[in-house]
């Protein structure tokens, strides 16, 4: 192109190299971190906007839900006080023994033979003082103690005392109920 | 100096202008975008936690709609009379007595420990559940399948309880016995609160159910007179009662203590004449009750 110019001194300095160097990608990041920052800020406002007004209608969902839970707030509480009380009877039922199997093996033991006192043991054992008049009856007792035994109703029979005083005698048992 | 700045803005005018625009552009990202992008992250997991409170919360919705109140009340009284809120001593006198009637046994001594205070809000809280209890040692004289029967049926009743220990002796020339029961029972203060209204909520499970159907099925040997669990006494959210929900039946005017023994559901299985052939060859029964008092 042909400079109108008849000034033959340079009007413009050139730019030094490395500074026309710098300028360059100096110019290209700015365009391109302009074009971040404003597509971003209008996608972030666009999703502020879209979140918010979702956020405004699930919050006003959320407090008619909250308010319907309120107004059945007697429900609730009955449910728990129930639920409290049937997790305590499950725990006392785990717990709860009836001795009364324990008698009826003591029964079958003693036959018709007397009994003095029955007492319970840790792990099922019971002890028993039984008396008799004679030594074969004090037999009798011995071998219905072992055929039970034998049938697996009791286990760990142990003759524990054996008194013997005139006409009476007294039995001293402890055993095992096989439940 | 000035003139030196502004030859070197003159000559790097565009350079300058790009460097203004990209600090500009770097403080806008650092301060404005990349906190944003932070807020609506957060935003997105706010509403995602905010959609699972109102799953929650619809479906505990769900379960109050398909709950009938009458049913929870009738519930919640079966299961008081199991357990009830306070020690009501009465109760439980009345249902020991209620079974050794039913069996013609003769209770020759009885006595209560752990009552402490009569009314449950007054006492210090306990921390476990099992805490609850009262600890009573009865003497009964009968014979022995009389006994046995007493046994079977004590942890059959409704007002549970549990033989902790048993001792049992022969009376001299008779066949009657003396069986001295350490005997646990039971009782659970209503809870203080019922949680924050977005806590979940479960129906009944079959276990659950189930147990409610045996405790149902266990008879009530006492004068079942309990107050109606109305929703006005049940824990509101939050709050904690300053007075026990059920007073004491000691402590109520309207009260009054049941030693004989009355049937409210099975007044079939007590029967209505006494004194038995026991009772008869004993001297008259006295109910001696002796409550315990700690320092």
Redesign the interface.
């Known amino acids: 192109m042909v400079s109108q110019n008849i000034n033959l001194l340079q009007t413009k300095?050139a730019?030094q190299p490395f500074?026309a160097f710098?300028?360059q990608y100096?110019?290209v990041?700015?365009v391109v971190?302009?074009t971040?920052?404003f597509s971003?800020?209008i996608m972030?406002g666009i999703?502020?906007f879209f979140?918010?007004q979702?956020?405004d209608a699930?919050?006003t969902?959320?407090q008619q839900?909250?308010a319907?839970?309120?107004d059945?707030?007697?429900?609730?509480?009955?449910?728990?006080?129930?639920?409290?009380?049937?997790?305590?009877?499950?725990?006392?039922?785990a717990?709860?023994?009836?001795?009364?199997p324990f008698?009826?093996t003591t029964?079958k033991v003693i036959q018709s033979f007397?009994?003095?006192?029955?007492?319970?043991g840790a792990n099922n054992s019971v002890s028993i003082l039984v008396?008799v008049t004679s030594l074969s009856e004090a037999v009798d007792v011995l071998k219905i103690l072992m055929e039970m035994e034998q049938k697996r109703e009791i286990s760990n029979p142990i003759l524990q005392t054996f008194l013997l005083e005139g006409e009476n005698i007294q039995i001293g048992l402890s055993y095992t109920v096989v439940l | 100096m000035k003139l030196n700045i502004r030859r070197i803005i003159r000559l790097h005018k565009t350079l300058v202008i790009y460097s203004v625009l990209l600090i500009a552009g770097l403080i806008c990202l650092f301060v404005g975008l990349i906190p944003a992008v932070q807020k609506s992250i957060t935003l997105v997991q706010d509403l995602r936690t905010m959609e699972e409170d109102i799953v929650r919360i619809q479906k505990k919705v769900n379960i109050f709609h398909s709950l009938d109140q009458a049913d929870l009340e009738q519930n919640a009284k079966e299961t008081v009379a199991a357990i009830p809120a306070d020690k009501s001593v009465d109760t439980l006198l009345s249902t020991i007595e209620a079974v050794a009637t039913k069996n013609n046994l003769f209770i020759s001594d009885m006595s209560i420990e752990g009552i402490t205070f009569l009314t449950t809000g007054l006492e210090k809280q306990a921390v476990k559940p099992e805490e609850y209890s009262l600890t009573e040692t009865i003497t009964l004289q009968g014979e022995l399948i009389q006994l046995r029967n007493f046994l079977s049926e004590c942890v059959q009743v409704r007002r549970l309880m549990r033989v902790k220990d048993i001792k049992l002796t022969s009376m001299l020339n008779s066949n009657f016995f003396t069986v001295k029961l350490s005997i646990e029972v039971y009782y659970l203060p209503f809870p203080l609160s019922i949680g924050k209204p977005s806590d979940p909520l479960e129906v009944f499970s079959q276990k659950e159910l189930a147990t409610l159907e045996k405790i149902k099925s266990y008879p009530i040997m006492y004068a079942f007179d309990m107050q109606s669990i109305s929703p006005q006494e049940a824990p509101v959210l939050g709050d904690v009662p300053t007075v026990p929900v059920v007073l004491d039946p000691f402590f109520s005017p309207k009260t009054n203590i049941v030693l004989i023994p009355l049937l409210s559901e099975t007044p079939e299985e007590i029967p209505s004449e006494s004194p038995s052939a026991t009772q008869s060859s004993t001297p008259e029964p006295s109910l001696i009750v002796t409550p315990t008092f700690s320092p």
Do not use: C
Request: hydrophobic share 55%; glycine share 4%.
């Open positions: 300095t730019v500074l710098v300028q100096v110019k990041a700015t971190l302009l971040i920052v971003g800020g972030v999703a502020f979140f918010g979702r956020r699930m919050e969902e959320r839900l909250l319907q839970v309120k059945n707030v007697a429900k609730e509480s009955l449910l728990l006080m129930i639920r409290t009380r049937v997790m305590a009877i499950d725990k006392i039922f717990t709860q023994v009836s001795y009364a008698i009826d029964i007397s009994l003095s006192s029955f007492s319970m008396h």
